[in-house]
């Protein structure tokens, strides 16, 4: 069973989610495997108490590259969820302020 607080892993911090949060007011989390909108949702506005205006979810692949000598793939890195929160105008978080 998932609470709200296992729901929101991380912030991604990025060029493309600067801009976004500073131009758009959209934020960018990573977020459990078995989230829903509806969950994160309920996790941003209960955590931040900030209003919500929708939640674009996203499953991003893994990472592979090829071994030089064996040709063989290999997984760098593992794909994981991530969502993309708009928030209602007027309304920021605190947790992306100092990265403008």
């Known amino acids: 069973m998932t609470t709200i607080y296992n729901v929101l892993r991380r912030p991604l911090v990025t060029e493309k989610s600067n801009y976004q949060s500073s131009k758009l007011n959209q934020y960018t989390f990573e977020v459990s495997g078995e989230a829903t909108r509806t969950m994160v949702k ?7 108490d900030v209003k919500v205006a929708r939640v674009n979810i996203v499953n991003t692949p893994a990472k592979r590259g090829r071994r030089a000598r064996s040709r063989r793939l290999l997984v760098r890195r593992p794909g994981y969820k991530k969502a993309l ?12 302020e100092g990265v403008q």
Not at 85 to 96: M, N, P, S
């Open 42 to 48: 309920d996790a941003v506005e209960t955590l931040f």
């Open 85 to 96: 929160v708009t928030l209602a105008a007027g309304q920021r978080l605190e947790i992306f």
